[in-house]
């Protein structure tokens, strides 16, 4: 996934395995680029898979947008709340606590000490990711 500067509530993902962006789903091409240049040669599609997004991982995409762009994120409305963002908090007492992060009731700041670990602050918020812990590394991989 990337990011623009531009505000777009959808991007077209062009190319083997690009994400496309719809804002409320996200859809993935294929991956090898013999299958790709097959599926475009016969006007085909070349998507293979897709997530439609929950009202939960709207939330979510909202602070990690908010983060990875503006280093801060807030959660005093309804919209920006859910169910596990206690957690999510408490997850962040360390980074806190080591300066890498300022926190209060509802607000999240990045401090510039913290700004090379934005990636493993955004991890606290992706829920799937926390629900889901593989038993090896994954692809990609903060240090």
């Known amino acids: 996934m990337?990011?623009?500067?531009s505000k777009?509530?959808?991007m077209i993902g062009l190319g083997?395995?690009?994400i496309s962006d719809s804002w409320y789903g996200f859809a993935q091409n294929v991956k090898g680029v013999e299958e790709y240049q097959n599926l475009i040669e016969n006007h085909i599609s070349p998507v293979y898979r897709g997530?439609?997004?929950t009202k939960e991982d709207l939330a979510i995409r909202k602070h990690i947008l908010n983060l990875m762009c503006n280093f801060k994120t807030t959660w005093f409305t309804r919209d920006n709340f859910f169910e596990e963002l206690p957690q999510v908090i408490h997850?962040?007492?360390e980074m806190h606590n080591d300066g890498l992060v300022e926190l209060d009731?509802?607000?999240l700041k990045i401090t510039e000490r913290g700004k090379p670990f934005v990636r493993n602050v955004c991890m606290a918020f992706d829920r799937r990711l926390q629900r889901n812990k593989p038993e090896t590394q994954l692809f990609s991989?903060?240090?």
């Open 2 to 5: 990337g990011y623009t500067t």
């Open 8 to 10: 777009t509530r959808v």
């Open 16 to 18: 083997v395995s690009a």
């Open 51 to 53: 997530h439609i997004l």
């Open 91 to 93: 997850s962040l007492e």
């Open 105 to 107: 009731s509802n607000f």
């Open 141 to 143: 991989m903060t240090v």
